[in-house]
């Protein structure tokens, strides 16, 4: 039997937590790219939170909101294996908007957003997170948004997670006190060996209670990754001039209805500022990033965190794990071997 692309597509709105019967699996004939396009196979397929916000209709990030029937939307770092594009040879690894599927054939236009992945001599995940989105979001979140300064108390909601994970060690890196907020005892644990100087769990602590003790001169910084009550708690507990950086809501995508925040005016007694931000707003900066990332990577300041599943079929079960706190650092599905793992 000839080898066919794979696919991932919206079956239904999901209820709550996604589920198998969500999800459309279908197989088609691999595409033949036409002029000015390439086709590429998947190594790695990248797995966000965001993707339920895709599967269930919402218009995300000034994206098209996705029909039933859809490719789930997502980024891959595929391998170039016919080309008929003047920038993108046979053998190249790139990183771009593919959707879930093995395959793709792509022009790649600026709304795909395509980039060359540079040969480190090791396996290419490091492309969906040390260089890829996830990377970017920490260092143009906490940098750009967060404005560090040494000495700053820096706290991190979903520490262990993707983004988390690196904005520990960032701050670090920029001579922060760093607190860290994850669900568990191995994440706890896992976050202070990144550097957290002390680890809340959500899971067994009372984390309005534990900010005020471990932050008594209030928090001059915070990454939110989790929205809802923490971030509440952390109003609450804000030092003068403290810088909010909004990254993502993990905790309310699957409300029925919108969080509302009730104490968001204590920004203005302390002076603070909330900003949110757009990774893709940056891509005219993302070589820059890629400079300084790489740069703490070969130092050893910086290292990813990854939560790999095994198998295209595992997708949704990747997925799903995401919102029960199953994963440790940058989740993706490994879709074949890598070609520093054969």
């Known amino acids: 039997m000839s080898e066919k692309n794979r696919q991932w597509r919206i079956a239904r709105r999901p209820q709550g937590n996604v589920v198998l019967e969500d999800f459309e699996y279908r197989e088609e004939d691999i595409p033949t790219p036409g002029p000015g396009e390439f086709l590429s196979k998947a190594l790695y397929l990248n797995l966000a939170p965001v993707m339920r916000m895709y599967m269930s209709g ?68 490091f492309a969906l997170s040390s260089l890829g989105m996830t990377g970017f979001s920490a260092y143009f979140g906490f940098v750009d948004c967060g404005k560090p300064k040494p000495g ?25 006190r760093v607190i860290g907020i994850a669900g568990g005892q191995e994440k706890c644990e896992l976050i202070r060996r990144l550097g957290c100087d002390e680890a809340l769990d959500y899971k067994s602590e009372d984390i309005p209670t534990r900010l005020s003790e471990v932050c008594p001169d209030g928090i001059d910084l915070y990454f939110d990754n989790v929205g809802g009550e923490t971030l509440t708690a952390v109003l609450n507990n804000l030092a003068r001039d403290a810088r909010i950086a909004l990254c993502g809501s993990i905790s309310e995508y699957m409300r029925e209805e919108p969080f509302g925040l009730t104490n968001y005016t204590n920004l203005r007694s302390a002076n603070a500022t909330m900003k949110g931000f757009f990774i893709y707003n940056y891509v005219e900066q993302f070589d820059e990033a890629e400079k300084h990332i790489g740069e703490w990577i070969k130092q050893g300041r910086l290292k990813a965190v990854e939560d790999i599943v095994d198998g295209f079929d595992q997708m949704p079960f990747g997925l799903a794990r995401l919102y029960t706190g199953g994963n440790l650092g940058v989740s993706m599905c490994r879709v074949r071997p890598d070609p520093y793992e054969q």
């Open 152 to 176: 700053d108390v820096v706290v991190v909601s979903g520490a262990a997670g993707g983004v988390g994970s690196f904005v520990v060690q960032l701050a670090k890196i920029y001579d922060c």
């Open 58 to 125: 919402e218009s995300n990030a000034r994206e098209r909101a996705l029909d039933i029937g859809e490719i789930i939307h997502g980024r891959a770092v595929s391998e170039v294996i016919e080309s008929n594009h003047p920038d993108y040879k046979t053998g190249d690894i790139v990183q771009g908007q593919t959707g879930w599927q093995t395959y793709c054939v792509t022009k790649a236009t600026s709304q795909e957003k395509y980039r060359k992945v540079p040969d480190l001599g090791k396996p290419y995940s």
